[in-house]
T-cell receptor, first 115, second 113 residues
Framework: SAVISQKPSRDICQRGTSLTIQCQVDSQVTMMFWYRQQPGQSLTLIATANQGSEATYESGFVIDKFPISRPNLTFSTLTVSNMSPEDSSIYLC????????????FGSGTRLTVV | AQSVSQHNHHVILSEAASLELGCNYSYGGTVNLFWYVQYPGQHLQLLLKYFSGDPLVKGIKGFEAEFIKSKFSFNLRKPSVQWSDTAEYFCAVNMDSSYKLIFGSGTRLLVRP
């Protein structure tokens, strides 16, 4: 299965600032997914990023708050904009399995704390 | 709305005890089912998955799960847990071959030595 490198692994940010999270995959993938895991809660899909097109956002998430780039088939970024303490979460990148393995692989996550 | 329910939020077991974690989903169509595990300080790992065929699925580390379509369930089992199974377990479903994974709220398992 694919190997995902996600950076940074954690950060503490001031409210009102923005943070860009990077996700690098060791193989080419069509779709990349961004999830949020709020403290004590489960994972929620933020958006799906396809190379060469606008990201598709889930209900409750908007591009102005979570702009996403997908410049090629192995890389994506998620920006958390104008942060508030409510944005404190773990943000995870995910890709669909390849080679007949239809599970989903997850990155190690970015633990974001907004103060 | 489509949802996934994990009724056990916290489970505490002694080593060698048997484990069963419940997972139910609300959707009448075709589903793909997954169990993920997150060990302390580590990222999510796939334990097992069901797409079609034999409803009893065997995964890594001695885990298995059974898909019961009539009950909309995909419960996770292990006959004898070890201290190293201490982790959080997530059930996830995607529906009608959608790429979107819907996760349950997770179950924190603590295995006492």
């Amino acid at each position: 299965s694919a190997v995902i490198s996600q950076k940074p692994s954690r950060d503490i940010c001031q409210r009102g600032t923005s943070l860009t999270i990077q996700c690098q995959v060791d193989s080419q993938v069509t779709m990349m997914f961004w999830y949020r895991q709020q403290p004590g809660q489960s994972l929620t899909l933020i958006a799906t990023a396809n190379q060469g097109s606008e990201a598709t956002y889930e209900s409750g998430f908007v591009i102005d708050k979570f702009p996403i780039s997908r410049p090629n088939l192995t890389f994506s970024t998620l920006t958390v904009s104008n942060m508030s303490p409510e944005d404190s979460s773990i943000y995870l990148c995910s890709v669909e399995g390849t080679g007949g393995n239809y599970g989903y692989t997850f990155g190690s996550g970015t633990r974001l704390t907004v103060v | 709305a489509q949802s996934v329910s994990q009724h056990n939020h916290h489970v505490i077991l002694s080593e060698a005890a048997s484990l069963e974690l419940g997972c139910n989903y609300s959707y009448g169509g075709t589903v793909n089912l997954f169990w993920y595990v997150q060990y302390p300080g580590q990222h999510l790992q796939l334990l097992l998955k069901y797409f079609s065929g034999d409803p009893l699925v065997k995964g890594i580390k001695g885990f298995e799960a059974e898909f019961i379509k009539s009950k909309f369930s995909f419960n996770l089992r292990k006959p004898s847990v070890q201290w190293s199974d201490t982790a959080e377990y997530f059930c996830a479903v995607n529906m009608d071959s959608s790429y979107k994974l819907i996760f349950g709220s997770g179950t924190r398992l603590l295995v006492r030595p």
